[in-house]
């Protein structure tokens, strides 16, 4: 399962925006392409791959019909959300059970002209309602086969990915860019992802407990050190008796 974000850097001479697919099953990108702000996020649809029997959930901006209906003769779902502008006609309602959140199950077909001809297959229109938020959200995939109630939760998965970027500027200094040109930004981007990659490969080929952010303090101290790293991430080791430095001066005796 995988998902779409995006995300803008701004702070700089030339605005970047960063996009990635995100494999949940490990949280690794397995997609990545820095483009000026200026590129609509729904041209990235162009230059993926698709994997058959695969699920792709994204946001409203890569919503075009006629890129998903390639998707869908290649065997790929997805998983997005309509527009409040979005015309269809119901073909089928499904029954549902209102207590999950789940309000409406429908196959639909498109009916403006444009849309239609982009996309000739029929849809699944999902309404759920988010008691957490308060808000009704309304959903479209071309999978058929999965609960509805699934289909929501695999929207709310999406949120890993506006976590996955708030680890990054939280924790990779990437607030801050040292240079302002677009090359320096792109360089100072990729940086940071590539040590994301870097310590989350080591922390599961190691099967460590230690979280990312504890694993990069430790590396920023012990960098220039030659302890095996299995040794460097225990935490639970006791301190040595007698540590204490003799000669330290107390500020109160008591």
Request: glycine share 4%.
């Amino acid at each position: 399962m995988t998902l779409f974000p995006w995300a803008h850097y701004k702070r700089t001479q030339h605005a970047v925006k960063l996009h990635t697919l995100l494999d949940l099953r490990g949280q690794i990108p397995t997609f990545l392409r820095i483009t000026p702000a200026q590129v609509h996020d729904v041209n990235l649809l162009d230059q993926l791959t698709p994997e058959a029997g695969a699920f792709y959930v994204m946001d409203r901006g890569y919503l075009d019909f006629g890129r998903l209906y390639r998707w869908t003769l290649q065997g790929a779902f997805f998983v997005t959300r309509a527009r409040k502008n979005f015309r269809f006609r119901r073909l089928v309602s499904h029954p549902v059970d209102k207590t999950t959140g789940v309000q409406c199950d429908q196959t639909i077909a498109l009916v403006w002209f444009y849309t239609a001809k982009g996309y000739p297959a029929r849809l699944r229109r999902i309404r759920y309602w988010d008691a957490e938020r308060e808000k009704r959200l309304v959903f479209l995939t071309n999978n058929f086969t999965l609960p509805a109630k699934v289909i929501a939760d695999l929207y709310r998965c999406r949120w890993q990915v506006e976590l996955f970027f708030k680890w990054i500027k939280q924790h990779l200094r990437i607030k801050a860019f040292y240079g302002t040109s677009e090359n320096a930004v792109k360089t100072q981007v990729w940086i940071a992802v590539c040590s994301y990659l870097l310590v989350a490969i080591v922390r599961k080929r190691l099967d460590l407990r230690v979280n990312l952010y504890t694993m990069l303090q430790i590396l920023s101290v012990s960098l220039f050190e030659k302890t095996p790293i299995n040794q460097a991430f225990l935490l639970n080791n006791p301190l040595p008796e007698g540590s204490e430095n003799p000669n330290q001066l107390r500020l109160l005796d008591f």
